[in-house]
């Protein structure tokens, strides 16, 4: 078959960030304790490694050895959840009072993007993006007056990753599940997780929680469509 390009439906694009959760490590070193990160404007995503080391040899190139790849990002927010002052090296000593340069919590991130493309815009579909034992770096804050343009103070964090294990594959500090390519039905089991329930009949509902992969293999295994 011929190759086509620009068909109808085909042109896809990724835009959006929303849907910011922080996970907080349990006594277990489980992820259980997930809360909403309002405020998010920007991820932005920052792998560094898989460098090529070339090797000569007979008078040639011989070979490229390739380096570890790792993982590393950054979020940009006008706030963040109180929960994030331990992953941010800060404590509280006693109510409201707070100090800082204390040992920074590992934890786990998931957030959203939206994917569209030239038929149904925003619509068409989404990405939830999963990352793994992230350590935040202390980042600049910057007040300044209020004056006749006043504008919201946006904090950064830059943060690195170390890789977790993932059955059949090398270690990896990030999953990404694309909403179009999966059950539904196991989508909402997923997000059912990640995101937690509301209770009923006077049940506490499920907090929100970020399963390891080999959950998410199990779960979303056999979860890929045609579509």
């Given at each position: 078959?011929?190759l ?7 042109r ?6 929303s ?10 070193h489980?992820y259980?304790r997930?809360?909403?990160w ?5 991820v ?7 460098e090529?080391t070339?090797?000569y ?20 927010a ?14 509280e ?44 770096s ?5 007040h300044?007056?209020?004056n006749?343009?006043?504008?919201a ?8 990753t170390?890789?977790v294990?993932i059955p059949?594959?090398?270690p ?16 909402a ?9 509301d ?14 992969p080999?959950e ?12």
């Amino acid at each position: 078959m011929r190759l086509r390009w620009h068909e109808t439906g085909t042109r896809l694009y990724e835009t959006g960030v929303s849907h910011g959760v922080l996970y907080r490590l349990d006594a277990d070193h489980r992820y259980t304790r997930g809360v909403a990160w309002q405020g998010i404007s920007s991820v932005d995503e920052n792998p560094t490694g898989a460098e090529p080391t070339a090797i000569y040899a007979d008078d040639i190139k011989y070979l490229n050895l390739m380096s570890i790849e790792e993982f590393g990002f950054s979020i940009s927010a006008y706030t963040y959840p109180e929960e994030f002052e331990a992953c941010d090296g800060t404590a509280e000593i006693a109510p409201g009072i707070n100090i800082g340069q204390q040992v920074r919590e590992t934890f786990g991130f998931s957030y959203r993007t939206i994917v569209g493309n030239d038929t149904d815009g925003i619509a068409y579909g989404y990405k939830i993006h999963l990352v793994y034992g992230c350590i935040a770096s202390p980042s600049d804050k910057s007040h300044s007056t209020v004056n006749d343009t006043p504008e919201a103070n946006e904090m950064s964090w830059d943060v690195s990753t170390i890789p977790v294990e993932i059955p059949g594959y090398r270690p990896t500090a990030t999953i990404t599940i694309h909403s179009r390519k999966v059950d539904p039905e196991k989508l909402a089991t997923l997000e059912a997780i990640l995101y937690g329930t509301d209770g009923t009949g006077g049940d506490d509902g499920v907090m929100a929680r970020l399963p390891m992969p080999d959950e998410i293999v199990e779960l979303m295994g056999e979860a890929a469509t045609a579509g």
